[in-house]
């Protein structure tokens, strides 16, 4: 990591006034939450095809896979701890910088941080909510899984109009809710400074947000272990850990002020 890019990523953000920041899966795998697409992340043991909202959609045996899924990618979210990372945007919170914080992420991790629920944009929804897919009633997750484990229950469907649940996650082929993604469009064309943390960029709509930004006008700064499709666009790239290179940024921030 060089030095060179943390003073310049820390000016970035003392020199901004309206700053959003777009988190993906990588914000989160120090926190024990692995991502998909890195070496024995989830697609390394799942087929993504298998688990689309089409497939959920047509058959009993795909809603099941999606249950077993779901409770074998539960536990690490359920006992995951927010890092450095996700403090460090707390912090820049604190210092009245911040517009919007836009996840991909279903984990909740920037809740437990700390963040203002008012500003938390959740593109993908949570896994910490179940939903029907026919009327839209939501519970809390462990009110389901409670009685799944009670009843034996592989696949739970609603007491009221019997359609199938779901944790309350946007799955592929599904689309996003509008007004969220509406929300994160206008934050993303208003802010001076995009600042993505973890992110492949490559599952759309999402990525689409930091070239919004960079059209609109803000400079973009990545955070992010890997090479991503929007590199080149980039005004400053730091690749590292999240939380180490967050950690770092917000040190030399506090040195300069
Ligand atoms: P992704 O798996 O496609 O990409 C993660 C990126 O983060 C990769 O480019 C990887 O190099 C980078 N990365 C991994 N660990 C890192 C670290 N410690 N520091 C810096 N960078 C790191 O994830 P994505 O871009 O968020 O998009 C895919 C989908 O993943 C989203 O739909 C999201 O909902 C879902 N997802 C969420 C969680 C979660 O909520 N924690 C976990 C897995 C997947």
């Not at 008012?118 to 519970?139: A, M, P, Q, S």
């Amino acid at each position: 990591m060089d030095s060179n890019q943390i003073r310049k990523a820390a000016d970035m953000i003392l020199n901004a006034g309206r700053i959003v920041v777009f988190t993906g899966a990588g914000i989160s795998t120090e926190s024990g939450i692995p991502d998909f697409r890195s070496p024995g992340g989830i697609w390394s043991q799942y087929n993504q095809d298998d688990l689309t909202y089409q497939k959920f959609m047509s058959a009993e045996r795909y809603r099941k896979l999606y249950w077993e899924y779901d409770k074998a990618r539960y536990p690490a979210m359920r006992d995951a701890k927010p890092n450095d990372a996700h403090l460090a945007v707390v912090q820049i919170e604190k210092m009245g910088k911040l517009k919007a914080l836009i996840t991909q992420n279903i984990d909740g991790l920037h809740y437990r941080a700390g963040s203002n629920p008012h500003r938390i944009y959740e593109l993908h929804g949570t896994v910490i909510e179940v939903t029907c897919l026919k009327c839209h009633e939501r519970w809390p997750r462990e009110e389901i899984t409670d009685r799944m484990e009670r009843e034996n229950i592989d696949v739970p469907y609603c007491d009221k109009c019997g359609g199938p649940l779901k944790c309350a996650t946007i799955a592929f082929g599904q689309s996003l809710p509008s007004d969220v993604l509406e929300a994160a469009i206008d934050h993303a064309q208003q802010c001076d400074l995009f600042l993505t943390i973890g992110s492949s960029l490559v599952v759309q709509p999402a990525s689409m947000l930091p070239l919004q930004a960079k059209r609109a006008g803000a400079e973009l700064v990545l955070v992010n272990l890997s090479t991503t499709p929007y590199d080149a666009m980039m005004d400053l790239i730091v690749r590292g850990p999240a939380a180490k290179v967050m950690s770092d940024i917000m040190g030399a921030i506090s040195e300069k002020t």
